[in-house]
C-alpha cells in the first residue's frame, strides 16, 4: 500500500509517518519512481508505535523497544521490559519534581493569602 492509503487506514498523517521512517520506526520499499509502499503488517506497526508514543516515550525509546514485536525473543522482550521500566523510573522521578514544585507554590499562595489579609 502507499504512504496515503497507510495513513488513511491508521489515522496517522503522512507526514509522521515520513518521520517514523526517518527515525527508523517503520520501514518501506520504494519504487522505480520513488514511491513509498508499505505492507500489511506496516499497519499495526503503526499502531504500536502510537500506543507507545501515548505512553510519553520519545523515538529513540520506541526505537530501542520495537524490536520486541518485530524480532520477538526473550532477549528482545527483556530489553523491551527494562527500557520501559527505566522510562517508568524516569517519569516517576518527574512526577516527584512537579509534585514538589506544586507544594512550594502552594506555599507561597498562602504567605500572599496571609500577607493581602494584613493589607
Known sequence: ??????????GVSVRSLRYYEEQGLLASTRSPSGQRHYDEAAVERVAFIQLLYTAGLSSKTI????????????????AAA??????????????????????????????????????
Do not use: F, W
Open 1 to 10: 500500500m502507499r504512504i496515503g492509503e497507510l495513513a488513511s487506514r491508521t
Open 63 to 78: 526505537a530501542d523497544v520495537l524490536p520486541c514485536s518485530y524480532a520477538p525473543s526473550e532477549q528482545t522482550s527483556d
Open 82 to 119: 527494562d527500557r520501559m521500566a527505566e522510562e517508568r523510573d524516569r517519569l516517576t522521578h518527574h512526577i516527584d519534581e512537579l509534585l514538589r514544585t506544586r507544594d512550594t507554590l502552594d506555599e507561597l499562595i498562602k504567605i500572599n493569602r496571609a500577607h493581602r489579609a494584613t493589607l
